[in-house]
Nanobody, 125 residues
Framework: QLQLVESGGGLVQPGGSLRLSCVVS????????ITWFRQAPGKEREGVSC????????HYAAFDGGRYTVSRDDAKNTVYLQMRNMKSEDTGVYYC??????????????????WGQGTQVIVSS
């Protein structure tokens, strides 16, 4: 059974940076596309970024504005989300996910995807 564990969240000031990590167990991260989602208080969950496996594919949401970088280290079974120049609207719980059916597709955000427990990010002065 695939398991994902996020870490790296916390409190950061506007303009600051954070790097989130997503560790995959129960399988090899190199076999999967990994997708980052976030859910802001009172809002629906939204996709943030997706990274492919073995093909250099990356995708970012429009709100990224070039501030996010997704990367992976499959030797560590880990995917990262580097966030820079952070804004208050980046506040939320960040989740990583794997598509519930197709290993080489970005997760669709559905309940049958594999999800981590999330890591809280707060951007505030």
């Amino acid at each position: 059974q695939l398991q994902l564990v996020e870490s790296g969240g916390g409190l950061v000031q506007p303009g600051g940076s954070l790097r989130l990590s997503c560790v995959v167990s129960g399988g090899r991260s190199q076999d999967y596309y990994i997708t980052w989602f976030r859910q802001a208080p009172g809002k629906e969950r939204e996709g943030v970024s997706c990274i492919g496996n073995r093909n250099g594919f990356t995708h970012y949401a429009a709100f990224d504005g070039g501030r996010y970088t997704v990367s992976r280290d499959d030797a560590k079974n880990t995917v990262y989300l580097q966030m820079r120049n952070m804004k208050s609207e980046d506040t939320g719980v960040y989740y990583c996910a794997i598509h519930g059916t197709f290993a080489t597709r970005c997760a669709k955000g559905a309940s049958d995807d594999y999800w981590g427990q999330g890591t809280q990010v707060i951007v505030s002065s």
